[in-house]
């Protein structure tokens, strides 16, 4: 089995180590550059540009982010990148340029967001980044499409289930992405405990982080079920860990 010790280790920062969107703003170079600075994981959203080149971002949507109509998968990587994230002097980031800014500083979990019809590559273009990447990296995603990719296209990475969700529905297929060779999960902190979770964890020996935590009884929630959490909106080192 695959030593990811290096997973759990420090907490993740969930977009980076951004303000909330005051001034430093999700999954920007200053975001990043902020959680490696403090030694802390960094986990970011990736979609595929039009020229099939990764880009960060969360939202397929524009709008949000960068104040611009359209979609990710509108857009060639270069126009991407003159956006402007929240009016702040930071641009839409290409997966290339978030991998040279922390340059194995600090783990990266980098998760894959599938668009039905505009996903193709995606997973192939990721891993193939990551395995010239000289720093611990990993990839996840919520989209099963996808993971079924994970071993053709990205061997050797590790790969994760991002989930939610405690009703017999969703834990069968979570379960059923076992067949898939995953080696971690990252679930929603509310969902603790479930019988997926504590199966891959105690009879797997399979890590699991959390998501997205932001206040105390989630920290609480994740160290009593899991091994390690992804946070916004405060510094872990100044909480207290049970």
């Not at 920062?13 to 902020?34: C, I, P, Q, V, Y």
């Not at 990764?54 to 982010?65: A, E, T, W």
């Not at 053709?152 to 067949?179: R, V, W």
Request: proline share 5%; hydrophobic share 40%.
């Amino acid at each position: 089995m695959t030593d990811l010790s290096w997973l759990t280790a420090r907490p993740v920062a969930h977009r980076g180590f951004h303000d909330m969107n005051k001034a430093r703003w999700e999954n920007t170079l200053s975001a990043f550059e902020a959680a490696a600075e403090r030694g802390y994981a960094i986990e970011c959203d990736v979609h595929l540009s039009s020229d099939r080149i990764p880009v960060v971002i969360h939202d397929g949507d524009l709008k949000r982010l960068t104040g611009q109509d359209g979609f990710v998968w509108q857009r060639t990587a270069a126009e991407l990148t003159t956006l402007k994230v929240g009016g702040t002097s930071d641009h839409v980031p290409t997966l290339q340029q978030a991998l040279d800014l922390v340059d194995g500083r600090v783990p990266l979990v980098v998760e894959l967001k599938g668009v039905p019809g505009h996903d193709q590559g995606l997973v192939e273009s990721v891993g193939k980044m990551l395995r010239r990447y000289r720093g611990k990296a990993a990839i996840m995603s919520f989209d099963h499409w996808l993971i079924r990719d994970f071993p053709k296209h990205a061997a050797g990475i590790p790969g994760g289930l991002t989930a939610y969700g405690k009703d017999n529905q969703l834990i069968e297929a979570h379960f059923s992405m076992l067949a898939h060779d995953i080696a971690f999960t990252s679930y929603a902190a509310g969902d603790l405990p479930n019988q997926f979770v504590s199966f891959v964890r105690e009879r797997l020996k399979m890590p699991v982080i959390t998501w997205t935590v932001h206040d105390q009884p989630a920290v609480d929630l994740t160290f009593r079920y899991a091994d390690q959490m992804t946070f916004e909106g405060f510094e872990p080192d100044l909480v207290k860990v049970a």
